[in-house]
């Protein structure tokens, strides 16, 4: 099934890298673990995710250029253990989240068996520049002579 562009609008120009990272964040998205993503203030995130069972040495977080990925991997347990019933997800899992330029990642902790990862917002400082309009010659390009 195909779907019509997301930034397919002329008025969107040079968007077409955000569609792509749209794209693969779709293709790696299951439901494990599950998460949460709350606004703590203005300018402040926290995505939490259930990790029961993983210890902090089980837990990977890095910043992949604009991505967050967060990986868990838990070690094999000991032979001797014999389950009845095996209820708690164990198995690997890689969960990344696409990040907004300028977003900085001040923080994890592992509490309860949620895993908390905090996120700063700056302010952008607001930027105006005025272009000026030349005659009937167009003004020269980096490179141009």
Known sequence: MSRSPVFGSPLFLGFDHL?????????????YPPYNI?????????????????????LQITQEDNQLVIRGRQ???AEDRIFLHR???????????VIAEGIEIEGAWLDNGLLHVELRRPQPEVRVRTIQING??????????
């Not at 709350?38 to 993983?54: K, M, P, S, Y």
């Not at 209820?87 to 989240?97: D, E, H």
């Open 19 to 31: 569609e792509q990272m749209l794209d693969r964040v779709q293709k790696t998205a299951d439901g």
């Open 38 to 58: 709350e606004q703590t203030a203005a300018n402040r995130l926290r995505i939490t995710l259930a990790v029961a069972g993983f210890a902090m040495d089980d």
């Open 75 to 77: 070690k094999e347990d």
């Open 87 to 97: 209820g708690i997800a164990g198995r690997q899992f890689q969960r990344a989240f």
């Open 136 to 145: 009937k010659t167009r003004p020269l390009v980096d490179g141009e002579a």
